[in-house]
């Protein structure tokens, strides 16, 4: 059985998820901010990171991810197409305006698209891939068994910030009616923490 730990980060109470199981030394990640404290829970468990998948690539998802590669050198980063092109520019993943510009480029970038999956553990549930923009272009929200994981496409009682560079109203609410239907039955793990 999988299990999933969470991290609320300090920049913006976004969230990181660290999933990992019984009896395997390998964790997987679900976006990544404070590195403190994702590596504490790593070194206490004995754990090393296989990857991590970025729900989208604003800076508040990603600030950890230089000096998470730093520690894991192969870790995979997997993405959608318009998170990898974000990852590469300071202003697509708006790190230029929060005085700690991130360019990021790397042979361990996977670009995933619609309808793909990713095996994390043998025999439990794939990582299933849904391309939901509307907060973002690149919004990615992902299945897992009885999880979906909505980063910042969907946040229960507050739902998407369109209002930023690069957002799309109505494909929000599209989108939104699409993990609406994905999330029945399962546990919604958002991007964000909500009091």
Known sequence: MIEIYDITNSIFTSKTYILSKAGEDKAWLVDIGDIDPVLAY???????????FLTHAH??????LEALVVHFPKCKVIVCEYAKQALASDKLNMSR?????IVFESENVQVVHEGESV???E???????YETPGHN???LTIVMGDYIFTGDAYIPGVGANTRLPRADKEL?????ERILILAKGKTILSGHQID
Do not use: N, R
């Open 42 to 52: 790593l070194e206490e468990h004995h754990l090393y990171v296989e990857g991590v």
């Open 59 to 64: 800076f508040d998802h990603i600030y950890g």
């Open 97 to 101: 305006y929060h005085g700690t510009p």
């Open 119 to 121: 095996k994390l553990f």
């Open 123 to 129: 025999g439990e549930p794939e990582m299933v891939f």
């Open 137 to 139: 272009p690149g919004c």
């Open 172 to 176: 929000a609410k599209i989108s939104l």
